[in-house]
């Protein structure tokens, strides 16, 4: 029998970890650089945190079952996870709170991904109690700056409103909205076209189904549907952002007015970013604003607004592979610390912590056989080990061999 992962799981090997990280690193660099710190939550949620009273359906859970009975399952995603810790944990606090993660979800086959894996890894963040203009522009313009971080050359953002998206779509019977909703979201036109609508409503949908391209083209075209005044006070807004992010440099965009998350408890703003490559084009995070999601949570069930995003590692890591920027090896050892005898283990250990302990990260291996001093020199080699050191047992100076 071979041993394998299970199904929709996989290993990562020591150059898949020192890839991983040098992503990682950079981006939490970024995280720092603007002034965000890193909290951890638990990976187990009880069902009804997960959901968020059902903005995320039961199917893309992974559950499990407590000693209690208590439904429990893992993370498909961290905001509402957040949103629950800090309402109940962090009562009291000034806001805004910029956090931010760097942690494994669990989604099931089909649901938030379309692949059969089960566990990614993401690193995003949370503004909590930062409403209005400048939080939406802050939370771009980290993201651009996270992708610049590692630097990815080609990429752009396609930008949606979800309160805009919402409203136009209530307009159809609401028996209809879900399956127009759906229609819009996988821009199905082939359903559109065969749902019992009216002319003047089909026609609607199919003009939803378009708004999407330069920022104001689209703009332009919704402004010219009939639009209440909460309508227009939201396009209004969408066109501020839209031009505080072209005033901040080369900024691409694309607004997509029919861009619906599958996760259901954004009311503002919703975003992804997409990675291009001369074959294809990959999502690589997404987010948006959910004014409404930690009030769900809150004791006095009291709304505070947030934004954030996450950045999905492992297809950013997909991406960036191609492009040489990534570790090509793993780092290797500076040091061999070989004993000549057995009597030399002592000061071989005691001469190896000497070398690690050093203010700057030194990485030293002990030889753990009796070997020639060939075989020793070409394990070093092909290790890339910089300096080998022959400790006897008489207490003499370690002789330093470089081999670099």
Same mark, same amino acid.
């Given at each position: 029998?071979?041993?394998?992962?299970?199904?929709?799981?996989?290993?990562?090997?020591?150059?898949?970890?020192?890839?991983?990280?040098?992503?990682?690193?950079?981006?939490?660099?970024?995280?720092?650089?603007?002034?965000?710190?890193?909290?951890?939550?638990?990976?187990?949620?009880?069902?009804?945190?997960?959901?968020?009273?059902?903005?995320?359906?039961?199917s893309?859970?992974?559950?499990l079952?407590?000693?209690?009975?208590?439904?429990?399952?893992?993370?498909?995603?961290?905001?509402?996870?957040?949103?629950?810790?800090?309402?109940?944990?962090?009562?009291?606090?000034?806001?805004?709170?910029?956090?931010?993660?760097?942690?494994?979800?669990f989604?099931?086959?089909?649901?938030?991904?379309?692949?059969?894996?089960?566990?990614?890894?993401?690193?995003?963040?949370?503004?909590?109690?930062?409403?209005?203009?400048?939080?939406?522009?802050?939370?771009?313009?980290?993201?651009?700056?996270?992708?610049?971080?590692?630097?990815?050359?080609?990429?752009?953002?396609?930008?949606?409103?979800?309160? %805009?998206?919402?409203?136009?779509? #209530? /307009? =159809?019977? $609401? +028996? *209809?909205?879900?399956?127009?909703? @759906?229609?819009?979201?996988?821009?199905?036109?082939?359903?559109?076209?065969?749902?019992?609508?009216?002319?003047?409503?089909?026609?609607?949908?199919?003009?939803?189904?378009?708004?999407?391209?330069?920022?104001k083209?689209?703009?332009?075209?919704?402004?010219?549907?009939?639009?209440?005044?909460?309508?227009?006070?939201?396009?209004?807004?969408?066109k501020?952002?839209?031009?505080l992010?072209?005033?901040?440099?080369?900024?691409?965009?694309?607004?997509?007015?029919?861009?619906?998350?599958?996760?259901?408890?954004y009311?503002?703003?919703?975003?992804?970013?997409?990675?291009?490559?001369?074959?294809?084009?990959?999502v690589?995070g997404?987010?948006?604003?959910?004014?409404?999601?930690?009030?769900?949570?809150?004791?006095?069930?009291?709304? %505070?607004?947030?934004?954030?995003? #996450? /950045? =999905?590692? $492992? +297809? *950013?890591?997909?991406?960036?592979? @191609?492009?040489?920027?990534?570790?090509?090896?793993?780092?290797?050892?500076?040091?061999?610390?070989?004993?000549?005898?057995?009597?030399?283990y002592?000061?071989?250990?005691?001469?190896?912590?000497?070398?690690?302990?050093?203010?700057?990260?030194?990485?030293?291996?002990?030889?753990?056989?009796?070997?020639?001093?060939?075989?020793?020199?070409?394990?070093?080699?092909?290790?890339?080990?910089?300096?080998?050191?022959?400790?006897?047992?008489?207490?003499?100076?370690?002789a330093?061999?470089?081999?670099?």
């Open positions: 029998m071979v041993y394998q992962p299970p199904a929709g799981a996989r290993d990562l090997l020591p150059l898949d970890v020192t890839q991983k990280t040098w992503i990682e690193e950079r981006i939490q660099q970024v995280f720092h650089r603007w002034g965000y710190h890193k909290i951890i939550t638990s990976t187990l949620e009880r069902m009804d945190t997960l959901m968020a009273k059902g903005a995320i359906g039961r893309a859970v992974i559950q079952q407590s000693d209690e009975n208590e439904e429990l399952g893992l993370r498909p995603e961290l905001t509402a996870s957040i949103a629950r810790t800090a309402v109940t944990r962090m009562a009291g606090v000034t806001y805004p709170q910029r956090l931010y993660y760097n942690a494994n979800v989604q099931r086959s089909g649901e938030l991904r379309h692949n059969r894996q089960h566990e990614f890894y993401q690193a995003g963040v949370e503004l909590l109690g930062g409403g209005g203009l400048l939080a939406d522009a802050e939370i771009l313009l980290l993201l651009a700056d996270c992708l610049e971080a590692v630097g990815l050359k080609s990429w752009h953002l396609i930008l949606g409103e979800a309160g %805009i998206t919402r409203s136009l779509l #209530s /307009v =159809f019977p $609401e +028996d *209809l909205q879900p399956e127009v909703r @759906s229609a819009i979201a996988h821009l199905d036109r082939i359903t559109i076209d065969n749902l019992p609508l009216s002319d003047e409503l089909r026609e609607r949908a199919r003009i939803l189904l378009d708004l999407r391209g330069d920022p083209e689209v703009l332009q075209q919704v402004s010219e549907l009939d639009l209440d005044e909460p309508q227009q006070l939201a396009v209004n807004n969408l501020s952002l839209v031009d992010l072209g005033s901040q440099g080369n900024f691409s965009l694309i607004l997509d007015l029919s861009l619906i998350q599958t996760i259901d408890y009311t503002g703003i919703v975003f992804q970013v997409i990675g291009d490559t001369e074959s294809q084009s990959q690589l997404r987010g948006g604003r959910y004014d409404r999601l930690m009030g769900l949570y809150h004791p006095q069930k009291e709304d %505070i607004p947030g934004i954030g995003f #996450s /950045v =999905f590692i $492992e +297809d *950013l890591h997909q991406l960036l592979l @191609s492009s040489q920027q990534l570790p090509q090896n793993i780092p290797p050892s500076h040091w061999l610390v070989v004993p000549q005898s057995s009597q030399a002592a000061a071989a250990l005691a001469y190896a912590e000497r070398l690690r302990s050093s203010t700057h990260l030194v990485r030293v291996e002990i030889q753990l056989e009796e070997k020639d001093a060939e075989y020793i020199r070409e394990y070093a080699n092909s290790h890339d080990i910089a300096q080998i050191a022959w400790v006897k047992s008489d207490g003499s100076p370690p330093i061999e470089s081999l670099k």
